[in-house]
């Protein structure tokens, strides 16, 4: 016993010194993995940077996002967006919300980007009006291209691959997780962009989402960019490509919107 509160002190003692001081850990007399240069346990691979997970948002307030997200809304304002012309977002910016403006178009993200996880939080307008995919319908499009669908799925039947949290018009979610319109609701939405080669595609894209904590979508490949009525086409494009929200003339609202690029070290 003390032996091990002896260990425990030192322990701590080293710790307060700072990492610079603690012996190194990790194993040089193990195995390479398989397609890396890494030892099992190896000491000197990289370290993962540290990040603040920030906190969950609630229905009365959006949580803090990760420290190393890169803020696509914080309720103020569209700074971050345009319309798909170049122009200025016209989306109604208000109580910490973005609101989709009938007819104003579809906004989409400055910047670019590819592998991402991207984390939306939307709400349903209530009282629900309309039907299938007439009631409460958006749309979060991956590279600009691939819908995942917003829309009020709450007693609300339409077709499987159009309910919300489907790939539109190509995989339904796996369970229809919808909280009642006038909730917030939250989309955690993994992308791996598609790669193309000489204009064909060499590796599809896949979307993983949690839907209000749910996972909706596991890993799922894509089939090409969306399209209604018909089958999708793959259309080449850059790797780094804009978020798109869709204008479907229905005053869904959004808040909370995030981005984290996806890298690792080899
Ligand atoms: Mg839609």
């Not at 890169?70 to 910016?93: C, E, M, N």
């Not at 178009?105 to 980007?113: A, E, H, L, M, S």
């Not at 790669?195 to 089939?223: A, W």
Request: charged residues 20%; aromatic residues 10%; without cysteine.
């Amino acid at each position: 016993m003390l032996v091990l509160l002896a260990a425990l002190v030192t322990g701590v003692a080293r710790f307060a010194a700072g990492a610079e001081e603690e012996a190194p850990t990790g194993y040089t007399d193990t195995p390479l993995l398989p397609g890396s240069r890494w030892h099992v346990h190896d000491g000197s691979r990289p370290h993962p940077q540290a990040v603040d997970p920030g906190t969950f948002s609630s229905d009365q307030q959006p949580g803090k996002p990760p420290s190393d997200a890169t803020i696509l809304f914080d309720g103020r304002a569209l700074d971050a967006w345009q319309t798909a012309k170049g122009g200025p977002a016209r989306w109604k910016v208000q109580d910490g919300y973005m609101e989709v403006l009938a007819g104003s178009g579809d906004i989409v993200t400055k910047q670019k980007f590819n592998d991402y996880q991207l984390h939306v939080e939307f709400s349903e307008p209530t009282p629900a009006t309309g039907h299938s995919q007439e009631r409460g319908n958006s749309g979060v499009f991956l590279a600009g291209l691939y819908e995942v669908q917003v829309l009020d799925g709450y007693n609300n039947v339409t077709y499987a691959d159009g309910q919300v949290s489907a790939l539109y018009g190509q995989s339904p979610p796996l369970v229809n997780a919808s909280r009642p319109p006038g909730r917030w609701q939250t989309y955690d939405i993994l992308f791996t962009t598609p790669r193309f080669t000489g204009g064909k595609v060499s590796k599809p894209g896949y979307v993983t989402v949690i839907f209000n904590g749910v996972v909706t979508q596991d890993h799922t490949e894509l089939l090409g960019p969306t399209v209604h009525h018909a089958l999708p086409t793959w259309v080449a494009h850059e790797p780094d490509m804009p978020v798109r929200l869709q204008d479907h003339s229905m005053p869904v609202r959004f808040r909370n919107i995030w981005i984290r690029p996806l890298s690792r070290a080899k």
